[in-house]
């Protein structure tokens, strides 16, 4: 099973967008994304759920699934 760290990083990946254009596009700042990927600091669990259902429900995923 995949942490939440991972599964942010997968996510970002997912969409094609780097650190920067993730951080914008959800309006979290670029340093607390970076803190999470880099295992630096955990998020909270509800938020991942959130950043995945609006990434979804707004069909910026570009990978083929």
């Keep these: 099973m ?6 942010l990083i997968k ?4 969409t094609g967008m ?3 254009q ?3 596009y959800f309006g979290i700042p670029y340093r607390t994304i970076q ?7 955990k998020m909270s669990d509800y938020l991942l ?3 995945v ?3 979804n429900t707004e069909n910026i995923i570009k990978s083929d699934k």
């Design 49 to 51: 759920r959130l950043m």
């Design 2 to 7: 995949m942490d939440s760290r991972e599964v």
């Design 22 to 24: 993730f951080a914008d």
């Design 35 to 41: 803190d999470w990927e880099l295992g630096n600091r």
């Design 18 to 20: 780097n650190r920067r």
């Design 53 to 55: 259902y609006k990434a």
């Design 11 to 14: 996510l970002r990946e997912e």
